[in-house]
């Protein structure tokens, strides 16, 4: 059981707030004149992509995945299943993969190499954050919110166990 007073503000919903306002507008400037296709990373992503889009002014789609590389707990079991696939065509579109967290990097490559097979016109990936000192699989991340030490970290759609997702603040697990 993780109580409520073990959370400690890694990032203020303030700090979210700027960083989605900096993404949006670098974002904004790439895809000028385009109809990206934003796919989401179930569900760890679906407060930061549901804040981000409002702050876009661009015609785009949305489509979800869900994929399975955590059992219970903190621990990846390295293998990744897609347990809800697209329903989009991706073939010629300029895809943007949301995610919340870039860890080993397990997870998104996986993901990526999918989509790539897929023949987009283009394909990148926005990550709210990055574990930077646990990758074990190298990944390029094209627009990031925060770099984030190695804990774990719950809020903001993040999840310790299903619980905590609707903290407004970044938050991480006291030892
Ligand atoms: P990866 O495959 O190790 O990069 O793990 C990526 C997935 O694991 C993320 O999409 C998250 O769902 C989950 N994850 C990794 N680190 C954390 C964390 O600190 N807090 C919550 N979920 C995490
Ligand atoms: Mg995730």
Excluded: W
């Excluded at 979800?64 to 707990?73: D, E, Q, R």
């Amino acid at each position: 059981m993780v109580a409520q007073s073990q959370l400690n503000i890694l990032v203020s919903h303030e700090e979210i707030a700027k960083a989605i306002a900096r993404l949006a507008s670098e974002i904004k400037r790439d895809y000028q004149g385009k109809q990206p296709l934003f796919i989401g990373v179930l569900k760890g992503s679906f407060v930061f992509l549901a804040d981000l889009i409002r702050q876009l002014d661009l015609p785009v789609e949305i489509d979800f995945v869900k994929l399975s590389s955590y059992g219970a707990g903190r621990k990846t079991s390295g293998k990744v299943s897609m347990v809800q696939g697209l329903k989009a065509p991706v073939k010629g579109r300029d895809v943007l993969v949301i995610e919340d967290i870039v860890d080993t990097g397990i997870t998104i490559s996986f993901l990526l190499d999918y989509l790539r097979k897929k023949k987009p016109a283009s394909l990148k990936l926005c990550a709210l954050t990055d574990k930077p000192s646990r990758r074990k699989v190298p990944v390029s991340i094209d627009y990031l919110g925060f770099t984030v030490p190695d804990k774990f970290i719950v809020g903001y759609g993040l999840d310790f166990d299903e619980k905590f997702r609707h903290l407004p603040d970044i938050c991480f697990l006291e030892d």
